[in-house]
């Protein structure tokens, strides 16, 4: 299926765009490995200012994470004994469930350069999902109250954040064409009653590959970020 990366609006109007680094690894790779490489850039720009920014768009094979304070009694298993590795993490938000075919994005950003406003942040992470699903041909909502976003009432995109001196990790989860079947174990986001999606239930066929195009150029000029790719 062809999809158009063209450019995407951005709410940003810089004259000083951001240099960042850009990761795409082709592999799912480890919570753990993922999450240790956000805090070690994290203390790097910490440590320097001026540092270069990174973000990293990959997919994690099967596993549930909890963010700071969630409540085990979101889970339908017994912590002690889980069906798939279970992390207890420093981002805000309850429990959520990644694997493949879902796209995972990490931006760890200094808000400083921008916005320092979390508020702000979550809803530019919702925008940039809300402008890819849109040139998709899908309109994406927002629900009153609630991060992430929706599609017919059934949320495919999740957003949980970590903020140190407004130097950002973790980040945001799209679900493309994942198995859903896992997040039967838990209650997703702590909100019962609430109904996961996939947007193949949209566009049949749909891959990651065809999606995470569209989202590095949202990412990019909403956050007015100029890539320095690596491998």
Same mark, same amino acid.
């Not at 795409?24 to 753990?32: I, K, M, N, R, T």
């Not at 993490?89 to 990490?106: A, K, S």
């Not at 945001?172 to 999606?197: A, H, K, M, Q």
């Given at each position: 299926?062809?999809?158009?990366?063209?450019?995407?609006?951005?709410?940003?109007?810089?004259?000083?765009?951001?240099?960042?680094?850009?990761?795409?690894?082709?592999?799912?790779?480890?919570?753990?490995?993922?999450?240790?490489?956000?805090?070690?850039?994290?203390?790097?720009?910490?440590?320097?200012?001026?540092?270069? &920014?990174?973000?990293?768009?990959?997919?994690?094979?099967?596993?549930?994470?909890?963010?700071?304070?969630?409540?085990?009694?979101?889970?339908?298993? *017994?912590?002690?004994?889980?069906?798939?590795?279970?992390?207890?993490? *420093?981002?805000?938000?309850?429990?959520?469930?990644?694997?493949?075919?879902?796209?995972?994005?990490?931006?760890?950003?200094?808000?400083?350069?921008?916005?320092?406003?979390?508020?702000?942040?979550?809803?530019?992470?919702?925008?940039?999902?809300? &402008?890819?699903?849109?040139?998709?041909?899908?309109?994406?909502?927002?629900?009153?109250?609630?991060?992430?976003?929706?599609?017919?009432?059934?949320?495919?995109?999740?957003?949980?954040?970590?903020?140190?001196?407004?130097?950002?990790?973790?980040?945001?989860?799209?679900?493309? *064409?994942?198995?859903?079947?896992?997040?039967?174990?838990?209650?997703?986001?702590?909100?019962?009653?609430?109904?996961?999606?996939?947007?193949? &239930?949209?566009?049949?066929?749909?891959?990651?590959?065809?999606?995470?195009?569209?989202?590095? &150029?949202?990412?990019?000029?909403?956050?007015?970020?100029?890539?320095?790719?690596?491998?």
């Amino acid at each position: 299926m062809p999809v158009d990366i063209g450019k995407l609006e951005t709410p940003l109007d810089s004259a000083h765009p951001v240099r960042a680094n850009l990761f795409q690894p082709l592999a799912p790779v480890p919570f753990e490995q993922a999450w240790k490489a956000q805090r070690d850039w994290q203390t790097r720009l910490l440590k320097d200012p001026h540092a270069p &920014e990174a973000v990293w768009f990959l997919q994690h094979p099967a596993c549930f994470t909890l963010g700071r304070g969630a409540s085990s009694d979101h889970l339908r298993f *017994d912590p002690a004994s889980p069906p798939l590795p279970l992390h207890r993490i *420093d981002r805000g938000g309850e429990v959520t469930h990644h694997l493949p075919g879902q796209l995972v994005v990490y931006p760890v950003l200094d808000l400083s350069r921008r916005n320092p406003d979390l508020h702000w942040y979550l809803r530019q992470l919702e925008q940039v999902m809300i &402008e890819v699903l849109a040139k998709l041909g899908l309109q994406a909502e927002r629900l009153p109250g609630l991060t992430g976003l929706w599609l017919e009432n059934r949320k495919v995109g999740a957003i949980g954040v970590g903020c140190r001196r407004w130097i950002t990790q973790h980040g945001l989860s799209l679900n493309v *064409d994942c198995d859903l079947s896992g997040f039967s174990l838990i209650t997703p986001c702590g909100l019962e009653g609430l109904t996961v999606g996939r947007l193949t &239930e949209w566009i049949p066929g749909l891959t990651v590959g065809q999606v995470q195009p569209l989202l590095v &150029e949202a990412l990019a000029l909403h956050f007015d970020l100029v890539w320095i790719t690596q491998a």
